[in-house]
């Protein structure tokens, strides 16, 4: 028989440019490019001073114009 458990483990903490860096690497992998545009935009979602779909309809004008 097993038993569940809790798992309180926490993810580590990442200060905002650790954590852009890191998406930054992820897209480069995957063999997409990143702009400084896109940087500004997480900067913001991260700190909280806008939202992800305020940036992502954003981004969407952004395509359209």
Known sequence: MTVARKV????PVRSVEEAIQFATAGVR????A????TKAASRRVANG???L???LAAFRRGLLS
């Open 53 to 55: 779909e305020k940036e």
């Open 8 to 11: 309180t483990k926490q993810a």
């Open 29 to 32: 992998l995957a063999g997409g």
């Open 49 to 51: 001073t806008s939202t």
């Open 34 to 37: 990143v702009t400084e545009a």
